[in-house]
């Protein structure tokens, strides 16, 4: 298949871009910078110049594809703090690919979060409904619920990690760690996040494209629950700081753009995913990655 990739030189897309490959595809990776584009295209993927707001070439590129990825979100704006504008882009991008694909039945494959199922008070598994008034919630349900395309969802953990992980949720907490001088986590530190790693994930966007069917919600997730304060203490001991418990009040002053995301607690399932994909995790966990050294070193 030719396969259009939004976000293919981000961290997840740089893993999907040569799983696809590998397999035997075509890939064509929309990459918005020259650095973007010559990075795409030293995977042996093709790179398309252009932005998630080339609504035009987004649809172009879709028309002449046999399948969509969309990885790419405006996690700038996100981590600016206008998370609602960023998941507002992200469903006029949805949008676009859907009704230019309208009535082919080709897979559109989504991207949404784990964290999406906060404080459930229960392990999410894949029949949770998330609502469309969360800020994620309207773009996920409306490739779910599309008639005329075969849409699915991948949703993945905070923790996607690995070595190609530069700029997500580890590494701006071990940034954090050794800018304050404390690994911190918060409260008591038992909220659960799950986790997975890039080379799984990667490979669960390529089983999805190739097979699963319209309506599925898919879940990169190798482990169920690893707690706020383990990955604090895994930081702490690699950067020899001390680990401690942030309160509520200074959530923000320590956490910064993640203190809204730092205390849910969203332990998330990933068996049936596993058993409509024959798709089994291998790589290693968090807190091995963890005890690695590349997250530590100065990139």
Known sequence: MKVFVTGASGHVGSAVVPELLRAGHEVVGLARS???AAKVEAQGATALRGTLD????LR???AESDAVIHLAFKHDEMYAGDY???ADADLTVVRTFLDELSGTGKPLIGTSGTLSYSNLGHTATEEERVPSESPRGA???EILDATEVRGAVVVLPPTVHSALDTAGFIPILVNTARRTGVSGYPGDGTNRWSAGHTLDAARLYRLAVEGAPAGAVLHAVAEEAVTMKEIAEAIGRKLNVP???IPAERAQEHFGALAFMVSRDAPTSAEHTKALLGWEPKEPTLL???AADFYYEQR
Request: charged share 35%; proline share 0%; aromatic share 0%.
């Open 139 to 141: 773009a996920r349900n």
């Open 60 to 62: 172009k590129a879709a």
């Open 34 to 36: 020259e650095a973007s």
């Open 54 to 57: 080339d609504l035009d070439l």
């Open 243 to 245: 680990t401690e418990s």
């Open 288 to 290: 091995e990655d963890l």
């Open 84 to 86: 609602q504008g960023a």
